[in-house]
């Protein structure tokens, strides 16, 4: 009997190893998260990297990843890496949060995480022209023919551009989006689709607005507070 039990016992302990080292089945359908943090935050003061434990969930319950894309909150002033001169500070970030979801969620070098970079339209109203060309084309350069391709997932135009903190030109945000495809067309590579966060309420919300907005966009996101609103 003991020998039985001994042996059920490693039989037991197999079948939990096969299954935490078992490869993660892919959604057949994007499922994201908002602002997940960096190892340079501090991962929430949580030991395990907040990248993958957003991607692979807990491996026990489904054997599927627990999500395929994500974002981050723009980088603050104090959060930018030191740079070369020539370098943008902005752009290494991103690279950095690329890089890093990468390296933490890649399997035998395929991508499983991806990262939308923004929200961009604050920052295209103080760079427009030339400084944001630049920025679009560095993340996309980078990205480009190397083990990174397909992390970069797309470009998060904006939050709420109706809500009650916000009063957005949607004529400003179609003209950061034809930026966009121009720089992509200029190098060459597949456009990224264009992401929106929108909600049917708000201050300064407006159904001519709401179409404006996500007249040139491939996805629209419904806001949380939406949701909140619809069902209350």
């Known amino acids: 009997m003991k020998i039985l039990a001994n042996i059920i016992t490693l039989l037991f302990l197999f079948i939990i190893t096969a299954d935490v080292n078992a490869e993660l089945k892919r959604h057949k359908v994007t499922v994201g998260m908002f602002n997940t943090y960096s ?4 991962n929430l003061g949580r030991p395990d990297p907040d990248l993958k434990e957003v991607w692979e969930g ?7 990843e627990a999500c395929n894309m994500t974002m ?7 959060d930018l890496p030191e740079v070369e001169p020539n370098q943008d500070p902005y752009a290494k970030w991103w690279i950095n949060y690329m890089e890093e979801a990468y390296n933490l969620t890649n399997q035998n070098g395929e991508v499983r995480l991806k990262v939308i970079v923004g929200p961009l339209y604050s920052f295209y109203l103080v760079t427009r022209g030339q400084l944001f060309d630049e920025f679009i084309a560095e993340l996309c350069k980078w990205e480009k023919g190397s083990k990174y391709e397909g992390t970069l997932g797309g470009w998060y135009t904006t939050e709420e551009p109706m ?7 949607p004529d400003i945000c179609n003209e950061m989006i034809d930026d966009i495809k121009q720089v992509e ?3 060459g590579i597949p456009h990224h689709k264009i992401y929106i966060d929108v909600a049917v309420d708000g201050l300064y919300y407006s159904n001519e607005g709401l179409l404006k907005f996500t007249r040139q966009v491939d996805v629209v996101m419904i806001s949380s507070s939406t949701y909140l609103w619809t069902t209350s």
Do not use: E
């Not at 807990?58 to 599927?64: A, E, F, I, L």
């Not at 809500?163 to 030109?169: I, L």
């Open 58 to 64: 807990n491996p026990n319950v489904s054997g599927y």
């Open 185 to 187: 067309r200029s190098l």
């Open 163 to 169: 809500g009650s903190d916000h009063n957005f030109d």
């Open 39 to 42: 190892i340079n935050d501090g």
């Open 72 to 78: 981050h909150y723009w980088p603050r002033p104090f």
